[in-house]
């Protein structure tokens, strides 16, 4: 099968077997074969209601037809007619505005809208800033700069603006990026000589978001290249939103020029929440996971950890885990014991990694290097999918970062791996229990 039409024919037929025949004719029939490069397919339905649909309904479902019919690991990708599709080489972390629109939607990272943000004392101006700018973008605060300590929510807040913009108007132009990937891309950009393209990626956007800004302050040629971008979307009236873990004043190899915009617009700091507030997210976090603790256990959590939401989340996750796994108790000894793991941080996270997918091959009798490599028949791509979903419930490390540590995979490959996973699990038995013992495994060892 040497053309993408062949092969999407083999899928098509794939689906037909698989789905109603309603389902296939209304969705799946008309579906058009775009491009294929190997590990992205964009698939052209016949108008931008279908696009939305099949991209927050029917994503996975086209993502396992061609794991199964073909044995390939792909992205897949939906646009309408009259719309483009962003290249492969430039994609970015929730880069593609079609992706932040739904086109590889998963649970976990689609929590992070307006309201599922826990709003206290400590965060409240920058969540109203945040809400200013999603309702009137380039026209409320720009460039909107969010700041404070890592793990306190202005990943989140950038997301929720990303939703909030695309939900009143679906036809804008987002980019949410961080500062070292967009480093990254613009020294890719002048290896190979592609500074057009790049820059045609971040001008010609109706919105940019960049997490972590501060890693660009020490990188001359970055920084200027930024600063030309900055101008050329402020001067088109396009919004800006920045975050940092510090305020612009205190980047000393920041220049000042750059200082000087980043401060045009409105600072917001997020400072460590509250009791209260952290109460709330304790609450929050294990009504999401169906779990119930009693308020003197979610006291007792909200005490002993202050200063990081993430931490706050993983400690209720632990616990859970502790009862569901172990059959411990839902008490404050058990909250103890999740808590501790959290705070004595005894083994660097990519060991523990590397304990996950050792553990995962030998269950599996696979090699664990295969499972970070690029192979991508169906079994590899299950056993990799099993190791991603237990690295996130064991580490709490964000989908980005779990991408980074199998061979540098895209951020939405990990979130559909999370889901499938998850809702298999739900279902199968035996899966769960053998994830379970692989995760008691790794912890007693």
């Not at 826990?118 to 101006?125: D, L, R, T, Y």
């Not at 600063?227 to 940092?244: P, R, Y």
């Not at 600072?267 to 304790?282: F, K, Y």
């Not at 959590?301 to 411990?328: F, P, T």
Request: hydrophobic letters at 35%.
């Amino acid at each position: 099968m040497d053309s993408f039409n062949e092969l999407w024919q083999v899928v098509s037929d794939y689906l037909k077997q698989t789905n109603s025949e309603s389902i296939y004719n209304v969705w799946f029939s008309e579906l058009e074969p775009i491009s294929f490069d190997g590990s992205r397919a964009v698939l052209m339905t016949t108008a931008e209601f279908k696009r939305r649909i099949l991209a927050q309904k029917f994503g996975g479902t086209l993502h396992s037809a061609f794991l199964n019919a073909l044995g390939l690991d792909v992205d897949v990708e939906f646009i309408a007619p009259g719309e483009g599709y962003s290249q492969p080489d430039s994609m970015s972390s929730a880069d593609s505005y079609s992706e932040i629109d739904g086109g590889k939607r998963a649970s976990n990272y689609f929590e992070n809208t307006f309201d599922t943000f826990v709003v206290g004392a400590s965060n409240k101006f920058a969540h109203a800033a945040a809400q200013a700018v999603a309702a009137n973008p380039g026209k409320a605060y720009n460039p909107l700069f969010i700041y404070g300590n890592s793990g306190l929510g202005k990943t989140h807040l950038l997301n929720a603006i990303c939703h909030e913009i695309k939900k009143n108007d679906p036809s804008m132009k987002i980019v949410l990026t961080d500062g070292e990937e967009f480093t990254n891309e613009f020294i890719e950009a002048l290896n190979h000589r592609t500074t057009t393209e790049f820059q045609n990626k971040y001008r010609k956007v109706d919105v940019l978001l960049m997490d972590d800004v501060q890693f660009i302050a020490s990188k001359e040629r970055t920084q200027e290249e930024f600063f030309h971008t900055f101008n050329a979307l402020t001067q088109d009236g396009k919004q800006i939103v920045l975050s940092s873990d510090r305020p612009p004043k205190d980047m000393p190899q920041l220049e000042d020029r750059m200082r000087t915009r980043f401060e045009w617009g409105l600072l917001a700091d997020v400072q460590p929440p509250d009791l209260e507030t952290r109460m709330l997210i304790v609450k929050r976090k294990a009504d999401a996971l169906n779990f119930d603790i009693s308020d003197d256990v979610i006291e007792y959590i909200a005490q002993k950890l202050k200063n990081n939401i993430r931490q706050l989340e993983s400690a209720v996750k632990k616990m859970q885990a502790y009862v569901q796994i172990q059959g411990a108790n839902v008490n404050t000894a058990t909250a103890q014991q999740a808590i501790r793991d959290i705070l004595s941080d005894n083994k660097p996270i990519p060991v523990v990694v590397d304990k996950i997918i050792t553990e995962v091959a030998r269950t599996y009798g696979a090699n664990p290097e295969d499972l970070r490599s690029k192979k991508k028949d169906a079994q590899t791509s299950k056993y990799r999918q099993i190791s991603m979903y237990i690295v996130r419930e064991v580490t709490g490390l964000s989908a980005k970062a779990i991408g980074a540590e199998f061979g540098g995979r895209h951020y939405s490959t990990v979130l559909y791996a999370l889901d499938e996973i998850k809702k298999e699990s739900d279902t199968d038995s035996t899966l769960r229990t053998t994830i379970n013992d692989i995760i008691k495994n790794v912890q007693e060892n």
